[in-house]
């Protein structure tokens, strides 16, 4: 069955970096683009970055030049390496991707303090 298993998330000062990562399962990974949300206290989920198959990228704009997402078809893992992190980034994190259904991981807490 499809899988994806997030991890690397954490607490970080303002200005810090992180990397997560979504390590998938149960599919075919080179077909299906991997996407990343994330969802604050009280607050929608919401798209962060998305790489397709082909490797074309997509961010939000309140991540554009901080963030920057990959993916390594070799290991069928997708990664968010995020900088310069701000305490509005604060959340959990999910990787996500779409076969017929949307499939989700756990997620991973990501904390920024000021």
């Known amino acids: 069955q499809v899988q994806l298993v997030e991890s690397g998330g954490g607490l970080v000062q303002s200005g810090g970096s992180l990397t997560l990562s979504c390590q998938t399962s149960?599919?075919?990974?080179?077909?299906?683009?991997v996407t990343w949300y994330r969802q604050a206290p009280g607050k929608e989920r919401e798209l962060v970055a998305s790489?397709?198959?082909?490797?074309?990228?997509t961010y939000a704009d309140s991540v554009k030049g901080r963030f920057t997402v990959s993916r390594d078809s070799a290991k069928k893992a997708g990664y968010l390496q995020m900088n310069g992190l701000k305490p509005e980034d604060s959340g959990i994190y999910y990787c996500s991707t779409f076969i017929r259904q949307q499939f989700w991981g756990q997620g991973t807490q990501v904390t920024v303090s000021p």
């Open positions: 149960g599919y075919v990974f080179n077909m299906n683009a």
């Open positions: 790489i397709t198959s082909k490797g074309a990228t």
